[in-house]
């Protein structure tokens, strides 16, 4: 079972990027799958996450403004990121909860598989 996530870089406040997380390995269907973000020295924090059933969670810092979709045809999850601030730097993980599909967990416990990180910076 393997993630692999992609779509980081350097953009300005303001701008947008998108992140795609590509799963393989078994049909992540009924898995949640979710987006995670860490800064050095801070615990990695809950982003954004969408249930097997299609349920789907924000932190309240990126409503509005990121959007989290799957396509479980190609085993993708990807986050939409609009109006992004330089507090949005972080390096981004994808992450998979082979129990979640009736709800997604936003502690980073829930989660069996994990992708390898992207860099997200926002410069201001």
């Not at 989290?68 to 330089?86: E, F, G, W, Y």
């Amino acid at each position: 079972v393997q993630l692999q996530a992609s779509g980081g870089g350097l953009v300005r406040t303001g701008g947008s990027l998108r992140l795609s997380c590509v799963a393989s390995g078994r049909t992540f269907t009924t898995y949640a799958l979710g987006w995670f973000r860490q800064v050095p020295g801070k615990e990695r924090e809950f982003v954004a996450a969408i249930s097997g059933s299609g349920n789907i969670y924000y932190v309240d810092s990126v409503k509005g403004r990121f959007t989290i979709s799957r396509d479980n045809a190609q085993s993708t999850v990807s986050l939409q990121m609009n109006s992004l601030k330089p507090e949005d730097t972080a390096v981004y993980y994808c992450a998979a909860d082979r129990h979640g599909y009736n709800t997604a967990f936003q502690s980073p416990q829930e989660y069996d598989h994990w992708g390898q990180g992207t860099q997200v910076t926002v410069s201001s």
